[in-house]
């Protein structure tokens, strides 16, 4: 003879709450019954993010300016006091917002000191542009050469980006260094493994 099951009623003491979009199981792996997905609880569209690629530049090895026997603009100076500068010039042609070729200073964060080292520069791979750039007010210059400092890691990516010196406008500065941030670059090259530099950029921009 089978026992006989006793009935209970559900236990109201933890009554259901439903939250659009989330479907939960209950004990017997069955969905319960919730609200309908919509389009409001998906989030908001992503934006499309466009690339624009820089024109292939071929590598070569760095040879440093040292401390003793070196002459650099002071603000170029100011950010490498005491360390080997290498520098290089990238050949520009045919890239929007820019106005001819850029100068680049770099050195090493942590110098591995020594003779034989092999230094390759960082260079300019591809620009990630997630949103339009900032508008530049009615009378900003719309050309100027910006000195700007950042940091390249080891992956390439460009940070801590600082204008050194440019046109007076606030506006333009901004706008140069959203610039020079949304770069990412090949790093450099200490006998072939990346390396993180800090850099300087003098880049003549010519927004549109």
């Given at each position: ?16 709450r439903?939250?659009?979009?989330l479907?939960a199981?209950n ?6 019954e ?9 989030g908001?569209?992503?934006?499309v ?8 530049l ?33 050949p ?20 591995a000191g ?9 260079i300019p791979?591809r ?13 900003t ?10 940091r ?12 050194l010196h ?16 949304s770069?990412e ?6 006998n072939?493994e ?7 950029l ?7």
């Amino acid at each position: 003879m089978r026992p006989r099951r006793e009935h209970r009623p559900a236990d109201q003491s933890h009554p259901t709450r439903i939250i659009p979009g989330l479907e939960a199981h209950n004990p017997g792996g069955k969905p319960s019954e919730g609200a309908p997905l919509s389009s409001a609880t998906t989030g908001p569209p992503r934006k499309v993010v466009a690339e624009t690629a820089f024109p292939s530049l071929n590598r070569t090895l760095s040879v440093p300016l040292r401390p003793s026997s070196r002459i650099l603009p002071p603000t170029v100076e100011s950010q490498f006091s005491n360390r080997n500068v290498y520098t290089l010039v990238i050949p520009v042609t045919g890239l929007p917002d820019c106005a001819g070729d850029w100068i680049l200073w770099f050195a090493e964060r942590q110098s591995a000191g020594g003779a034989g080292l092999r230094i390759t520069a960082p260079i300019p791979s591809r620009k990630f542009s997630g949103q339009e750039p900032a508008v530049l007010p009615a009378g900003t210059p719309s050309y100027g050469w910006v000195q700007a400092a950042a940091r390249i890691d080891r992956t390439g990516r460009v940070s801590g980006v600082a204008v050194l010196h440019g046109p007076p406008s606030d506006p333009f500065r901004r706008r140069a260094a959203q610039e020079v941030e949304s770069w990412e670059f090949k790093p450099a090259l200490r006998n072939g493994e990346p390396v993180e530099v800090d850099i300087v950029l003098e880049i003549p921009f010519q927004f549109h």
